[in-house]
């Protein structure tokens, strides 16, 4: 469809000023474009015919049905007959792939549909756009910003729904990002509730305390270097100075020199661990690399692969290095793949080492678009509740704080676990030079144990030194 030029000359003005670094061609669903529901009527997906709830079914059923047919060992097995028969050839492995991206389509399918629904039952909480992809393909994105939207598909059907875990901290931004849902906003709330015989309240929310004892874990924030006594901050420009990343391997090659077993350390992305482990990969005036400093102190060191498919064996390499007895460091990153869902109990994890503060990409499309329909819902403009919803740059600090919580939950898995929590920047401690107290957002039961290195005491120990030595 066309527009008057007079629109078109606006519509390039919004991109221009808004997503000018993002990439997107066109958008729905923020402040100053068309709402979410211009495109599903654009596509001819707002009325009967489009996203009809039995349209959605016979959707949905048809690839469930393709889906299981491709799984199922019944169905396969002509077919893996008679690629076994074909072994040694290259037509075998070419229908395996076939089945592979077949499997891959029939499922997007499925949860595009899906999507599409959801955004034409409550086209205020989406975000849609479309960009370019090289010169003849266009990719959609469909962005809920309103999580409780999914939530209230199945908790409103459930007579209980239980979310259970260490790492739902900060508990501010899961009750925001769940506000919208009906069921959350209503049975979560404090209520009257009958427990045998006697009256109780339902708590919200529960932030119990941990298994374990004081005993057992050590919690640490280190807002200095330990050879030069300089303040630590993992900024953007640090993480692009050799001398920050030099001084930044001295001081993990002196903790894992005290740390037993498997330890993990989190770095805010790819690029920046890439970078730091080119660094110190590299010889300096003919003097070892630190590298070799990591790899002495612990038997193996390794690094979060890119690629999901490598993600196997740097597991499995890890494992032995450490019940070999020798230890092992794992670099990893936050959000990642090691940083999340992973279970590592015992001597598998003695430690963790958390570098700096992980804030999300800041010109990412995605969290550029959230910020902006946060700071919009909390105006009133996008039918969410202003009180419910976080503005833009607070649901942006969460974010960081919440991977930090993800990858502090990889040590301490069981009531008899043992280890050590640590975060390298100054940011994190309430005292001292560049201290920010960000410490506060950390899980309830992690801030009571927090110390903060280096003690005053040590401070005035380390300056008498210096000045001795001048």
Not at 57 to 66: M, Q, R, V
Not at 227 to 236: Q, T
Not at 254 to 272: D, K
Not at 310 to 326: I, M, N, T
Request: proline share 4%.
């Amino acid at each position: 469809r066309q527009q008057p030029q007079q629109q078109q000359q606006q519509q390039q003005q919004r991109n221009s000023n808004f997503f000018s670094l993002e990439g997107l061609d066109h958008i729905w669903g923020l402040p100053g474009y068309d709402n979410a529901s211009a495109f599903l009527k654009l596509a001819d997906l707002d009325n009967k015919r489009g996203l009809a709830r039995a349209t959605e079914e016979a959707y949905i059923d048809l690839t469930d049905k393709l889906l299981q047919l491709q799984a199922s060992p019944d169905q396969t097995a002509p077919s893996r007959n008679r690629r076994a028969s074909r072994s040694g050839s290259s037509q075998g492995a070419t229908e395996e792939s076939e089945d592979a991206a077949l499997l891959a389509i029939l499922t997007r399918l499925k949860e595009l549909v899906m999507k599409l629904r959801l955004a034409a039952k409550h086209p205020e909480a989406y975000v849609l756009a479309c960009r370019k992809q090289g010169s003849n393909r266009m990719c959609f994105s469909a962005w809920l910003m309103s999580p409780g939207v999914t939530f209230e598909t199945f908790a409103s059907k459930a007579r209980a729904v239980i979310l259970a875990s260490g790492t739902l901290a900060p508990m501010v931004a899961l009750s925001s990002e769940l506000a919208c849902s009906e069921a959350f906003a209503t049975r979560s709330s404090s209520s009257p509730i009958c427990v045998g015989a006697e009256l109780g309240q339902i708590p919200r929310p529960l932030e119990a305390t941990h298994v374990v004892g004081r005993d057992q874990v050590l919690v640490a924030t280190l807002g200095k270097f330990l050879n030069s006594n300089r303040p630590l901050i993992g900024s953007y420009d640090s993480w692009r100075a050799p001398a920050f990343i030099g001084e930044l391997g001295h001081t993990l090659a002196t903790l894992l020199a005290e740390l037993p077993g498997g330890v993990f350390i989190f770095f805010p992305s790819y690029s920046v661990l890439e970078g730091c482990v080119s660094e110190w990969q590299r010889q300096q005036g003919g003097s070892p690399a630190r590298w070799q400093s990591f790899t002495t102190k612990k038997g193996a060191v390794i690094v979060e692969p890119r690629s999901s498919d490598e993600l196997g064996a740097v597991k499995e390499s890890f494992a032995a290095s450490v019940r070999s007895g020798r230890g092992a460091c794992c670099f990893g990153v936050y959000r990642g793949k090691l940083s999340e869902g992973l279970s590592f109990n015992d001597d598998l994890c003695r430690a963790v080492i958390c570098l700096g503060v992980p804030f999300p990409q800041a010109k990412d499309a995605l969290v550029v678009a959230k910020r902006r329909w946060n700071d919009a819902a909390v105006k009133g403009l996008c039918g969410e509740s202003a009180r419910s919803v976080l503005a833009g740059d607070r649901w942006y600090d969460l974010q960081a704080f919440r991977a930090v919580n993800q990858a502090l939950g990889r040590c301490i898995r069981h009531r008899c676990d043992h280890g050590t929590l640590l975060l390298l920047d100054a940011r994190w401690g309430s005292t001292g030079e560049r201290s920010r107290g960000l410490k506060r957002h950390l899980a309830n039961w992690i801030q009571p144990l927090v110390e903060e290195w280096p003690r005053p005491q040590q401070q005035q120990q380390h300056q008498q030194q210096q000045l001795q030595q001048q």
